[in-house]
T-cell receptor, first 114, second 110 residues
Framework: DVKVTQSSRYLVKRTGEKVFLECVQD?????MFWYRQDPGLGLRLIYFSYDVKMKEKGDIPEGYSVSREKKERFSLILESASTNQTSMYLCASSPHGTGNTEAFFGQGTRLTVV | GQNIDQPTEMTATEGAIVQINCTYQTSGFNGLFWYQQHAGEAPTFLSY????GLEEKGRFSSFLSRSKGYSYLLLKELQMKDSASYLCAVFSGGYNKLIFGAGTRLAVHP
């Protein structure tokens, strides 16, 4: 059974804290993605990675950074959390290549910054 | 720029048919996906189109026209459990960057 696991379902952090969201996949996928999901705005791409140590900015990278030191793990870092980063964060992974390269999602992390 | 548009909300009656449209403008195209997302849950895969035409999968079908930048998801014999958000997503770019539309919230009524 394919699996994408996010380290926390719910997280509460204080303004200014450094926050790490972890995502691990067991499917040997090359691509990994971080999205945030807000009501009325859908899933917005923050960063994605197509290989170890490789990353590309998505549509809303400001205030975030990422790390991919191992193929199975993709971390999202909020350097200094702010209240406008309160959101649902979703991680996904997919294989490279053509054809039906379906993306699989983790269960999401609901982050509240107070 | 990159843009994926879907209607925000739709309502339909149990047993009926509903069509959810999606238009896209992206730099590069490597396929279009439809995902279903129930409230509080992760998105789950429904369908994939990369060539023009209709893909049928049980009660769900998806259509693609690459020249028009247009897709639709057709849901037949609607059931109450089909009440969910439906997300249109495009793989674009050399490394399969996956971009989503804002989603269409479908409410199915008895």
């Amino acid at each position: 059974d394919v699996k994408v696991t996010q380290s926390s379902r719910y997280l509460v952090k204080r303004t200014g804290e450094k926050v790490f969201l972890e995502c691990v996949q067991d499917m040997d996928h090359e691509n990994m993605f971080w999205y945030r999901q807000d009501p009325g705005l859908g899933l917005r791409l923050i960063y994605f990675s197509y290989d170890v140590k490789m990353k590309e900015k998505g549509d809303i990278p400001e205030g975030y950074s990422v790390s991919r030191e191992k193929k199975e793990r993709f971390s999202l870092i909020l350097e200094s959390a702010s209240t406008n980063q309160t959101s649902m964060y979703l991680c996904a992974s997919s294989p490279h290549g053509t054809g039906n390269t379906e993306a699989f999602f983790g269960q999401g992390t609901r982050l509240t910054v107070v | 720029g990159q843009n994926i548009d879907q209607p925000t909300e739709m309502t339909a009656t149990e047993g009926a048919i509903v069509q959810i449209n999606c238009t896209y403008q992206t730099s590069g195209f490597n396929g279009l996906f439809w995902y279903q997302q129930h409230a509080g849950e992760a998105p789950t895969f429904l369908s994939y189109n990369v060539l023009d035409g209709l893909e049928e999968k049980g009660r769900f079908s998806s259509f693609l026209s690459r020249s028009k930048g247009y897709s639709y998801l057709l849901l037949k014999e609607l059931q109450m459990k089909d009440s969910a958000s439906y997300l249109c997503a495009v793989f674009s770019g050399g490394y399969n960057k996956l971009i989503f539309g804002a989603g269409t919230r479908l409410a199915v009524h008895p």
